[in-house]
């Protein structure tokens, strides 16, 4: 993950504290749901692929051959429009870290679309079998729009 300019100011609690550092940047249990319904389905990818030109910005699945890339997104961290929440403790500083975030996540969808790839977003509460559906069918359409896609990213 990029870092912002935006210096993190000290937890509010050693339970908040103890809380973010828990969390998981990588591997974070929807994605791994996503990814083992895809496999079950016969269907392989490429894991934390940097791929978004001009950064070293990763998505979590990339499906090279057919530019197709999935980013699982988790609720809080990439503001849900269904869930989105922001912290009492810190506000302010939460609020402007929240909008950073959509700033680089609508920056890397514009220069994913710019280089041809097309982005699935899935939320971290989709239900992963009907996450893998579109993400089956976007990989299936584009298979069959572009049999001889080369296979560089």
Not at 126 to 149: F, I, Y
Request: glycine share 4%; with cysteine.
């Amino acid at each position: 993950m990029e870092k912002t300019g935006n210096p993190s100011p000290a937890p509010s609690t050693a339970e908040a504290s103890r809380r973010l550092a828990l969390q998981r940047t990588v591997d974070t249990e929807p994605e791994v749901r996503l990814r083992r319904e895809l496999h079950r389905r016969g269907l392989r990818y490429r894991l934390h692929a940097a791929v978004v030109p001009g950064t070293k910005r990763s998505v979590d699945i990339a499906f090279p051959r057919e530019l197709i890339a999935v980013d699982v997104r988790g609720c809080f961290w990439h503001a849900c429009p269904e869930h989105q929440t922001t912290p009492r403790s810190n506000a302010r500083w939460w609020a402007e870290k929240l909008a950073e975030n959509a700033r680089r996540d609508a920056d890397t969808e514009s220069r994913l679309a710019r280089a041809g790839w097309v982005l699935a977003i899935v939320w971290a509460h989709d239900d992963p079998t009907v996450a893998a559906d579109r993400v089956q069918r976007l990989v299936t359409e584009r298979r069959r729009s572009s049999p001889s896609r080369p296979t560089g990213s």
